[in-house]
């Protein structure tokens, strides 16, 4: 398995989660990672993406200014920080990586470009 995700659980409303993605493909020179939700009866959705090249980032609108995604020195990790959590939220959330090539104006925050996908992990937030 490559991707693994980890830190989901069930919150209330306005609280705090961080989620990681540990793969080993983060420590190469140009890889897109993103991170994906899904609600039940809804399709996959992205939120957050990040090229490895270029430290790139793209989040959804519905998570601007409440999700971050970010990386610490010498960890083979990405992490989705959600803060002021919203029952709408409530969804597996699934990490997805894809090496190059890669097509020009791509929607890195579209299921379609992603090659690898993680198992999930579940955020239940609660009102």
């Known amino acids: 398995v490559q991707l693994v995700e980890s830190g989901g659980g069930s919150v209330q409303a306005g609280e705090s989660l961080r989620l990681s993605c540990a793969t080993p493909?983060?420590?190469?020179?140009?890889?897109?990672i993103g991170w994906f939700r899904q609600a039940p009866g809804k399709e996959r959705e992205g939120v957050s993406s990040f090229r490895t090249k270029d430290g790139s980032i793209y989040h959804a609108d519905s998570v601007k200014g409440r999700f971050t995604i970010f990386s610490l020195p010498g960890a083979p990790t990405l992490y989705l920080q959600m803060n002021n959590l919203k029952p709408e939220d409530t969804a597996v959330y699934y990490c997805?990586?894809?090496?190059?090539?890669?097509?020009?104006?791509?929607?890195?925050?579209?299921?379609?470009?992603?090659?690898?996908w993680g198992q999930g992990t579940q955020v239940t937030v609660s009102s």
């Open positions: 997805a990586a894809t090496p190059p090539p890669f097509k020009r104006r791509t929607n890195w925050l579209a299921p379609a470009p992603y090659a690898h």
């Open positions: 493909w983060f420590t190469l020179d140009d890889y897109a």
